[in-house]
């Protein structure tokens, strides 16, 4: 049996392996795979986030900001959206939500294909001091994978 003072800093640097190894996108970010290219993908997110009742605030095109420098990244865009009825109970509990909020899906060109990322609604309230059984962050968490889940859709 391993003393557990010597067991608790293995389990801490091999958790800490782990997320190095899977890249910056595993920790408390959510990825979803997308049979569609960058630009339709984002295309069919923002058509569900309307369908759903949302607005789209913004559509951010990475891709063609780097190449207008010359640095080309491939595909990449950002789409931010919202609802004032699940961001406002999040923003009046803490002021500072107002940082990550309204919400936003990068939809990327990976090694395997596209990608979408994006904030877990439990990591973001829990950087704001919001209680992770928020109702509101079980909506979000909610609406995020339908939204993705549409997206995605064959």
Do not use: W
């Amino acid at each position: 049996m391993i003393p557990s003072r010597l067991f608790r800093p293995a389990v801490a640097a091999a958790a800490l392996a782990v997320c190095v190894a899977a890249g910056p996108a595993a920790a408390g970010m959510i990825i979803v795979s997308s049979p569609h290219g960058v630009s339709e993908t984002i295309d069919r997110l923002a058509a569900a986030i309307e369908k759903a009742g949302a607005k789209v605030f913004a559509r951010v095109d990475h891709g063609a900001g780097a190449e207008s420098v010359g640095q080309p990244i491939g595909a990449s865009q950002l789409l931010i959206f919202g609802n004032p009825k699940l961001g406002t109970p999040i923003m009046a509990a803490a002021p500072t939500a107002g940082l990550d909020l309204p919400l936003r899906v990068l939809a990327y060109e990976g090694p395997d294909g596209t990608v979408m990322v994006y904030h877990d609604p439990v990591d973001l309230a829990a950087a704001h001091g919001v209680p992770a059984d928020h109702p509101v962050i079980g909506k979000m968490t909610g609406a995020l994978g339908k939204l993705t889940g549409a997206a995605a859709a064959e």
